[in-house]
């Protein structure tokens, strides 16, 4: 305990990190999530000593909060084997280790249990398979991906701690092997260390760093439990603005309790040119934004507490769609866009679209012969072409419609 009081101390004092804002609870966010990125934990990668450091750092929030540990035989800590290839039909080489979760408890005596989850791996000096960094080897450092998600855990436990809301035990679980596939999560559903048949619900924050300027915060499994979107659109905080899918399969720690048909959310503010690269640094993020998704989630979980425990549904599979794609456009989706189209958020260099002339902030509205009212009709327009085929694109750009011809 003595490190980190001496890191907070150096962070607060060093470079003037919290001159904006009086907030105690931002200001700590801001620690944890500058720590959890810093270039010490090497990219927080499951197995290696980056993990560890991360690790302690999480058990000993925890601790400071007033939790309980909850993990294996007493400790704060969930251990788990894994076996990770970057090739999903190779029978041998990758890597394998040990990686484990941190799981602390607050218990209200009640009924039920609500799980708040947010992985803390990320990819090290750039895992094969998942960094889409083409540089030499350098530090993954994953602010956004997930150092944001696990500040956002550590402030609803502290928000939790003194919150009336009683009606629920909260189960805080810090992820690792997440990057590598899901494993901490599968691993703990597989092993939980409470009765999975009485948790109500289970919420997960991944990537909740980057609240763009329209405030929209996306949130996934809305179809996994009836009273979600009877409740989330009652939910006004600091004007954010809701898009949800339904679908509980997704590539987070969400869809492994789903799969234990337990309701579940999660939580994104969108991808960005930083995604799985090392310029997702800690100065990148949004803090307020951060702050405001955080007291979003609050306030869900607040008014979530008199209505006992949620009805779990099954949802369609709304991911299925992209595994036949043959071709790439080449740019990064806004997923976070609620208008008509698909708005693309970074063109990719030396890809086809960038080719084409098409630009971050074009709303593609028609590929070929498909008209793109949303990100699944992009997806299936791609789906209609081979590898060398010539499409015709058209975007909105601004108050105009614009026409491509993309060589894919």
Same mark, same amino acid.
């Given at each position: 305990?003595?490190?980190?009081?001496? +890191?907070?101390?150096?962070?607060?004092?060093?470079?003037?990190?919290?001159?904006? %804002?009086?907030?105690?609870? +931002?200001?700590?966010?801001?620690?944890?999530?500058?720590?959890?990125?810093?270039?010490?934990?090497?990219?927080?990668?499951?197995?290696?000593?980056?993990?560890?450091?991360?690790?302690?750092?999480?058990?000993?929030?925890?601790?400071?909060?007033?939790?309980?540990?909850?993990?294996?035989?007493? *400790?704060?800590?969930?251990?788990?084997?894994?076996?990770?290839?970057?090739?999903?039909?190779?029978?041998?080489?990758?890597?394998?280790?040990?990686?484990?979760?941190?799981?602390?408890?607050?218990?209200?005596?009640?009924?039920?249990?609500?799980?708040?989850?947010?992985?803390?791996?990320?990819?090290?000096?750039?895992?094969?398979?998942?960094? +889409?960094?083409?540089?030499?080897?350098?530090?993954?450092?994953?602010?956004?991906?997930?150092?944001?998600?696990?500040?956002?855990?550590?402030?609803?436990?502290?928000?939790?701690?003194?919150?009336?809301?009683?009606?629920?035990?909260?189960?805080?679980?810090?992820?690792?092997?997440?990057?590598?596939?899901?494993?901490?999560?599968?691993?703990?559903?597989?092993?939980?260390?409470?009765?999975?048949?009485?948790?109500?619900?289970?919420?997960?924050?991944?990537?909740?760093?980057?609240?763009?300027?329209?405030?929209?915060?996306?949130?996934?499994?809305?179809?996994?439990?009836?009273?979600?979107?009877?409740?989330?659109?009652?939910?006004?905080?600091?004007?954010?603005?809701?898009?949800?899918?339904? %679908?509980?399969?997704?590539? %987070?720690?969400?869809?492994?309790?789903?799969?234990?048909?337990?309701?579940?959310?999660?939580?994104?503010?969108?991808?960005?040119?930083?995604?799985?690269?090392?310029?997702?640094? *800690?100065?990148?993020?949004?803090?307020?934004? $951060?702050?405001? @998704?955080?007291?979003?989630?609050?306030? +869900? @979980?607040?008014?979530?507490?008199?209505?006992?425990?949620?009805?779990?549904?099954?949802?369609?599979?709304?991911?299925?769609?992209?595994? *036949?794609?043959?071709?790439?456009?080449?740019?990064?989706?806004?997923?976070?866009?609620?208008?008509?189209?698909?708005?693309?958020?970074?063109?990719?260099?030396?890809?086809?679209?960038?080719?084409?002339?098409?630009?971050?902030?074009?709303?593609?509205?028609?590929?070929?012969?498909?008209?793109?009212?949303?990100?699944?009709?992009?997806?299936?327009? $791609?789906?209609?072409?081979?590898?060398?085929?010539?499409?015709?694109?058209?975007?909105?750009?601004?108050?105009? @419609?614009?026409?491509?011809?993309? @060589?894919?």
């Amino acid at each position: 305990m003595k490190f980190f009081n001496l +890191l907070f101390f150096l962070l607060l004092f060093s470079g003037g990190l919290f001159a904006q %804002s009086p907030d105690k609870a +931002l200001q700590q966010m801001k620690v944890d999530v500058v720590y959890l990125a810093s270039n010490l934990l090497e990219g927080r990668m499951t197995g290696e000593e980056g993990e560890r450091l991360a690790a302690d750092y999480i058990a000993a929030r925890f601790e400071e909060i007033g939790l309980k540990p909850m993990g294996q035989n007493g *400790s704060w800590f969930h251990n788990f084997r894994f076996h990770y290839n970057s090739n999903p039909h190779a029978t041998e080489g990758g890597i394998e280790g040990t990686g484990k979760n941190v799981v602390g408890y607050l218990d209200n005596n009640a009924p039920t249990t609500v799980i708040i989850g947010a992985h803390y791996d990320h990819l090290g000096h750039g895992l094969d398979g998942s960094s +889409l960094y083409t540089g030499e080897p350098a530090v993954h450092n994953g602010a956004d991906d997930n150092a944001s998600g696990v500040a956002c855990m550590l402030y609803l436990a502290e928000y939790l701690k003194n919150s009336n809301a009683k009606n629920n035990n909260y189960l805080f679980i810090g992820f690792s092997g997440e990057e590598l596939g899901l494993f901490g999560s599968k691993r703990f559903t597989e092993n939980p260390t409470i009765d999975l048949g009485k948790v109500n619900y289970m919420l997960n924050m991944d990537m909740v760093g980057r609240l763009n300027e329209e405030k929209v915060l996306a949130i996934n499994g809305a179809g996994t439990s009836p009273m979600w979107k009877e409740v989330l659109p009652t939910i006004q905080v600091d004007s954010i603005k809701i898009k949800t899918t339904d %679908s509980g399969i997704g590539p %987070s720690d969400q869809t492994s309790f789903y799969l234990k048909d337990i309701p579940v959310l999660h939580f994104f503010t969108g991808q960005h040119t930083d995604y799985h690269k090392p310029s997702d640094d *800690s100065e990148l993020v949004n803090y307020d934004g $951060l702050h405001s @998704v955080s007291k979003f989630i609050a306030t +869900l @979980v607040e008014t979530l507490d008199q209505k006992g425990k949620l009805a779990f549904t099954k949802t369609k599979d709304e991911q299925k769609q992209g595994a *036949s794609f043959k071709v790439s456009l080449g740019v990064m989706p806004d997923y976070v866009y609620d208008g008509e189209g698909m708005r693309i958020d970074a063109v990719i260099e030396g890809k086809p679209a960038e080719k084409a002339g098409l630009k971050a902030g074009d709303v593609v509205v028609k590929i070929g012969d498909v008209e793109v009212k949303d990100i699944y009709d992009y997806m299936e327009g $791609l789906s209609k072409f081979n590898k060398g085929d010539k499409a015709t694109v058209k975007v909105k750009r601004k108050d105009k @419609v614009v026409e491509k011809e993309v @060589v894919f």
